[in-house]
């Protein structure tokens, strides 16, 4: 059994193999980032692993690798995700004092890999894929509307003695044309901030298809996840394209770990306490706390649990439990619409 474990990087990737006992088969391979990666670890690897298979273990950032990992698993390969936390704990145990690189990092990654059997599989899913395209396009899209209309703010608060407070609609849009078009400044002012307000219009427009879009997507893949009080249509599209194949979590605890919402441990003279996790995936626990706002509002149930938990544990303690309640249902929900999805593709290949 041959293991690789993979350090990615923006523009390269380091590779290293090790056997089943962790020594290393050769010397680092570093890789470029392009169109030919995947051919290029293949034709090195053949020569080292000479029919053995062969583990793909890349640390957890999808960002870089993502593009690597879908390439390895379309070839057949097996390719696991190493969190950066459970390769930083092997690479202080197994280097050298201090010692911190890029290919003893990768080590550290296999050896991570070979320890950890129950780590997280690639996997691909079209639809999440195509979900995960739009989803990280609408919020580089509002990334960028929203410094544009901060910036715009601040230049007319030199001229204007209000500017309307919501420029993601079209009446604050069209308010503060009419205020540019009337107040006394200078053309060149002028044509500055008109530009500005258009750039914002168009952006809008943008994010506005990319939500129906989404929308249309979403709604026959996730109709018990959408059924959930506070989550819209762009939250359960961040759920599915973050999550992926909800069976990859074999229970909600495990979920709740992922997304930080699990409280960890921190006893001390017998004193049995929690405190706040604050790793996990930041995105699907931003979606969390937007839901449990939004359940604090208009759910009955929430309401009722917080109210009973705040005495005790806070505002901020309450919410934190409501969101690993969520967890549990968020999984359930999931759950049941895979469900679904495997049973409607099952009947359809019976009718081909």
Not at 100 to 105: A, E, R, T
Not at 269 to 277: A, C, G, T
């Amino acid at each position: 059994m041959v293991t690789v474990g993979i350090d990615p990087h923006k523009h390269v990737h380091v590779a290293v193999a090790v056997d089943a006992d962790g020594r290393r088969l050769t010397r680092p391979l570093t890789v470029k980032n392009d169109a030919n990666l995947i051919g290029v670890l293949l034709k090195w690897i053949r020569t080292i692993a000479d029919g053995t298979p062969v583990t793909w273990a890349i640390e957890d950032g999808r960002g870089f690798a993502r593009r690597l990992a879908d390439g390895l698993l379309l070839t057949g390969h097996e390719v696991v995700w190493v969190p950066t936390r459970l390769m930083a704990a092997h690479r202080k145990l197994h280097a050298a004092t201090g010692s911190k690189s890029d290919p003893v990092d990768a080590v550290a990654v296999a050896h991570a890999a070979i320890a950890t059997p129950g780590l997280d599989h690639h996997r691909i899913d079209d639809r999440v894929r195509e979900l995960r395209v739009l989803v990280d396009s609408r919020a580089d899209l509002v990334r960028r509307r929203t410094m544009v209309i901060n910036q715009l703010k601040a230049y007319t608060h030199l001229w204007l003695d209000h500017t309307p407070g919501d420029l993601t609609r079209r009446p604050g849009m069209t308010s503060l044309m009419a205020l540019v078009d009337t107040t006394d400044m200078s053309d060149h002012v002028r044509r500055v901030l008109t530009e500005m307000i258009t750039e914002i219009d168009g952006l809008n427009k943008r994010v506005r298809g990319l939500e129906t879009t989404i929308r249309e997507l979403v709604t026959p893949l996730a109709p018990a996840l959408l059924e959930i009080t506070g989550i819209s249509h762009v939250s359960a599209a961040v759920l599915l394209a973050e999550i992926g194949d909800i069976t990859r979590f074999t229970s909600s605890a495990k979920l709740a770990r992922y997304t930080g919402t699990a409280p960890i441990p921190v006893y001390s003279s017998d004193k049995e306490r929690y405190r706040l996790h604050r790793g996990g995936n930041r995105r699907l626990n931003s979606v969390l706390y937007t839901t449990s706002i939004v359940q604090q509002r208009f759910h009955p149930g929430a309401r009722a649990l917080l109210a009973r938990h705040e005495p005790a544990k806070g505002a901020r303690g309450a919410r934190r439990i409501l969101k690993r309640h969520l967890i549990d249902v968020i999984h359930r929900a999931m759950t049941q619409d895979r469900a679904t999805w495997q049973h409607h593709i099952a009947q359809h290949q019976i009718a081909a």
